[in-house]
């Protein structure tokens, strides 16, 4: 029922425009930033970064009637990211298992002493570890909802996380501060 001065159908419509679901190109130009940042820092590489980010909005806009009814599509969006990183790094290391020589690894990694310092530590952890800490330091997600996105238990995430912490404080120079 409208009130008393209002027209029928602009309250109908207001209505209705509480019930849509949300716009993916507001969703994309709302995350589109912050999830490339992120997966710099998880990476190290804009290039992947990038990439990574549209195939993660790619999969999240094939089913978007879906993910923009969920409570959380932002987490959904990261987590896809996530899967899509873990994805490339196995099938980059079974392809370099195929080709490189072992001890031959060591020549990829002379490039991170170029990097800044930032780039530097976050290299010497793990995948997961930097995941981790990009989730829950960066992104500001609770050890829970990190554990969804990362597709752990959160105790995983916390102590992920703990471990990271602790190397970066262990393999950061007094001179890179």
Known sequence: ???????????????????????????????????????????????????????????VWEKWPRVSAMEDP????????????????R??????????KPGSSREAFADVENRDV?????ASLTPRQRAALVVTELLEYSNEEAAKILDVKPETVR???????????GSMNPDDV
């Open 74 to 89: 932002r987490g959904y969006l990261y987590r896809t990211a996530m899967n899509a990183f873990r994805s490339r790094m």
């Open 1 to 59: 029922m409208s009130q008393v001065g209002e027209h029928p159908d602009v309250v109908q419509a207001t209505a209705e425009q509480a019930s849509e679901p949300l716009d993916f190109e507001d969703f994309f130009r709302g995350e589109h930033v912050r999830l490339l940042r992120a997966l710099y820092l998880v990476t190290g590489n804009r290039q992947e970064a990038e990439e990574l980010t549209q195939e993660a909005f790619l999969r």
């Open 159 to 169: 102590s992920l996380a703990s471990r990271g912490r602790s190397t970066l404080r």
């Open 91 to 100: 099938r980059a290391r079974v392809a370099a298992s195929k080709v490189l």
């Open 118 to 122: 930032v780039v530097r530590a976050l």
